[in-house]
């Protein structure tokens, strides 16, 4: 039993640490990389734990989702952005204050063992999240990706539910801990089935199928790839905003507005096309921090599109210029 045991904390162990070996493994494989100067003030010690404890703790019951929300509504109608990290504080701080008593009293059995357990995934996913922020280089604070926390967290409903299940029907009508997780969980469901039945369906990119969430626009959804059918062949690399595009056309992409933080610009050391989708305000940055472009051409787009399009024609320095004819 003892050797079983072991074998088990093993086997954990290595599913704890496989992500980031994997991670490692990956990012060693590209070489060298060019390292970004980090925007000042762009990562926070105090909001990387306000993140972890946000998402771990509220994000289980729906509080991100139903406060995300009500800062969509909100931001049009008053012109500012709900606090929604802050606010989510006082959702985490009363669940814990609820349940981390009923889970210390837990006699021991399976399902103490099984708390013990998420407590361990738990503590995995945040050490996870905070070396693949160290080891970017801090210029992507992963903790912001609540989707990152979600196949975890939602796990601790479980001994919730078993928890509440102890309780007489009379019992249950009167716990603050049923209605803790209740109420948000019931709220997102009711927004969800609403959606479901009253939004229109997004529509999907022609060759992936993925859903084109910008303006609901057929001519705006079926654009990119129509324009790549007509050319005899796909850009080399994507400079752009929605990564759904990275998919479309099976090539990769670079934000630029993680790009544009280096101010010495970019270059090639080989003959590249680059297809740049990025808002309007962003087309003088793109034209001055791309060094070595031999031709730019201004793409006309359907009206109403959310990008303006140039293809970057970019010549190796010492090269001949055989990419810009």
Known sequence: ????????GLGLLVLLLFPGLLYLLVNSAYGKRLAL?????????AGFAMNLLNYTAAG?????????????????????HFPVAMVMLVPSFV????????????????????IILLGILTAGLWAMLAASTWLGGLQWDFSEESRFYKPIVLLWLLPCSLSLDRLSSKDLRKSVAFYSVALPIALVAIGEVRLGFLRQPWLALPDSGIAWIRPYDNNHA??????????????DLLIGPDPRT??????????????QQRSAGYWTSQDLEIWALVE????????????????????????GYPFVFYILKLQAPGKAADNCQ
């Open 60 to 80: 289980a019951a729906g509080w991100d989702t139903i406060l995300t929300k009500a800062d969509a509504r909100l931001n049009p109608q008053f012109h500012m």
């Open 222 to 235: 079926r654009f990119l790839s129509e324009f790549a059918s007509l050319r005899s062949h796909k850009p």
């Open 280 to 303: 309007p305000q962003q087309v003088p940055s793109l034209l001055a921090g791309v060094k070595g472009v031999c031709a730019a051409e201004h793409v006309a787009v359907p009206a």
């Open 95 to 114: 669940l814990l204050v609820i349940w981390l008593p009923r889970f210390r009293r837990w006699e021991r059995g399976r399902t103490r063992s099984f």
């Open 1 to 8: 039993m003892k050797s079983l045991g072991i074998l088990w």
């Open 246 to 259: 990275m998919v479309e056309l099976g090539v990769p992409i670079a934000y630029w507005w993680i790009l």
């Open 37 to 45: 100067p980090v925007e000042p003030g762009a990562f926070s010690k």
